[in-house]
């Protein structure tokens, strides 16, 4: 698999990693940064700090530095998760750039999936919290089927999902509520209604037991 360059300070909108005060990099931080790491591959970026536009005075860096493509999630730093992905953004730095642009932000169903990559000419999408809440939905996209598939499948993919989760978790972190917090904090934007008081339930789990028992019953 090709390596990654994660430029955090423009990718990550988590709070955690950025304090609102944090200066952006220079670009030509960020042209070293890629061209000191000679295996790169591709760049996981945000459009921005503040401004919406400074993607496109990134793409000459980018393509200069050896990078091999780009997944672009179309909101600002400061956005957060604010507001909507603004694929019309996309679109234009799928003309600006020779690089293939992978389309991020906002695609929790095939027709979002099918409407972004018409609309963007992209070369494929990258999934988060879509994903996390619907992990078919890489099958269903594609298909090209918009169904939704029986509950039963559903459940049955979110108890594999889950469980796996759990385990590789306890491979990576320690300490109990350690692994727990970090197996929560990934499904905490799993919102499939039909799921809420099985979710619910495991939010409040409190020993990895309790949480694995609970993905056991969960149907
Ligand atoms: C649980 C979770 C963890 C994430 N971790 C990272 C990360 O480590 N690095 C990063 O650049 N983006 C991270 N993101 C952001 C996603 O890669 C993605 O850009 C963002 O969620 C927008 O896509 P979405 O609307 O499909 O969720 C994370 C998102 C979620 C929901």
Do not use: W
Request: net charge positive.
């Amino acid at each position: 698999m090709a390596p990654v360059i994660t430029l955090y300070s423009l990718a990550a909108p988590e709070k955690s990693n950025l304090r609102a005060d944090q200066p952006i990099l220079a670009n030509e931080t960020i042209l070293l940064a890629v061209q000191a790491i000679v295996s790169a591959r591709l760049i996981n970026i945000l459009i921005g700090y503040s401004d919406p536009q400074q993607i496109f005075s990134l793409l000459p860096l980018f393509e200069s530095g050896g990078v091999d493509f780009l997944v672009l999630h179309p909101r600002t730093v400061l956005q957060e998760y604010k507001g909507l992905a603004d694929h019309g953004i996309t679109t234009r730095v799928v003309q600006e750039t020779g690089l293939p642009v992978i389309a991020n932000g906002d695609v929790r169903t095939v027709e979002d999936g099918l409407r972004v990559l018409e609309q963007t000419k992209a070369a494929g999408l990258m999934l988060g919290r879509g994903a996390i809440a619907d992990p078919l939905l890489f099958q269903r996209l594609r298909a090209g089927r918009p169904d939704q598939p029986e509950r039963a499948a559903r459940a049955a993919m979110l108890r594999h999902y889950l469980a796996g989760l759990l385990e590789r978790y306890q491979g990576i972190f320690c300490g109990e509520q350690q692994i727990l917090g970090k197996v929560k904090s990934v499904f905490a934007t799993m919102d499939d209604p039909d799921f809420a008081k099985q979710i619910k339930g495991l939010k409040k789990a409190r020993t990895i037991r309790q949480f694995a028992d609970l993905v056991v019953q969960l149907t």
